[in-house]
Structures are given as structure tokens and as C-alpha cells.
């Protein structure tokens, strides 16, 4: 199912981060290094990819007068996902040390998102969706959509879907 182990997403992640290294990075597991990634660097990408597995719309925090500091997606219950699994604006402020984060909606983020994002970049979060083993990505269901997205993404171009249109779905004409 996936095609990459966890120590050449990590070497990968290593790689695509390399400028925002930190003391300390070289003694974080592969897996710890692939979510630091995601959670500090590459989150469009891995937002464009629940987007393009779910469907879910993509949302991005921010610290007010501080600008943009992290994009996800929103899931119909009203929390929020990224490589860490399901979490909620206070966690996300416990995660990132803010006193306050604002929430914002619309398609200008996920155009933004997707904007940042290409095919490989795709592939490479479906890669680590695949070995995380935190809910929701271990369960049967969402083994199925990114196995889903796998196969749909093969001779797809994937474009920024319009509002409320799910990635996989053709134009109607």
C-alpha cells in the first residue's frame, strides 16, 4: 500500500526542512521528524492531502496580529485533523505555546493550500497517512480512502477543487 518506509519519509522530511532544523532534531524517531514536518513546515501539503482522501474543507489557524501559522481540516464533528490526528483549537494552542488562535474558513485558504501543493507532494502525505497508527488514519475506513486516493490520484491531474466539490469528482458539463 505504501510505497516508502517511515525512514525514508523521514530522511525526506529532514531533507525538505533542513533550513528550520532545531537542536535536538537529529534524536527525534523517523516518526517524530515526519510530523514535525507537517506540523511546522508542510502542512498545506498534508492539509491538500485530508482534503483530497476526505473531502473535509481546509481550514488554517492564526495568532492575531501574527498572521497564518498552521493549515488542516475540518471534520464534520467540528474538530480539526492533521498528521497528529483529530484535535481542537485549545490543543492546537497548547501545541503551538498561543495564548489565542483564530480559525479561518473559506475558499481562499484551501486555494492557497492548493496553490502550495503538487502531485508528489500528494503521494508523499499518503505515504505517512498509511504508517501512522493513531486514529483516524488506523482504522479500516481510512486505510480505504487513502488506498482510494492512491489509485484515483494515478492518471488524475489534481486540481484545487471548487467550494463544497470533493477532489476525486469530475467537473458536471
Known sequence: MNSRTIKDLAEEASSA??????????????????????CHADCDHFASALNFV????????????????HRLVETPDG???????????????????AKS?????????????WGATNEEDILSCLDVMAHLSRPPFDSAEMKAL????????NGYEVDAPTSNQSPFEKPTQ
Request: glycine share 10%; proline share 5%.
Open 54 to 69: 476526505t473531502g473535509y474543507p481546509v481550514v488554517g489557524i492564526a495568532q492575531p496580529r501574527r498572521g497564518p501559522m
Open 17 to 38: 526542512i533542513d533550513d528550520l532544523y532545531f537542536d535536538g532534531f537529529n534524536d527525534l524517531s523517523d516518526l517524530q521528524k515526519v510530523e514535525w514536518r507537517y
Open 146 to 153: 487513502i488506498q482510494g486516493a492512491r489509485e484515483k490520484l
Open 79 to 97: 474538530l480539526m485533523l492533521d498528521v497528529m490526528g483529530p484535535v481542537s483549537l485549545d490543543d492546537l494552542k497548547t501545541r503551538y505555546r
Open 101 to 113: 488562535l483564530k480559525l479561518a474558513r473559506g475558499g481562499l485558504i484551501e486555494s492557497m493550500v
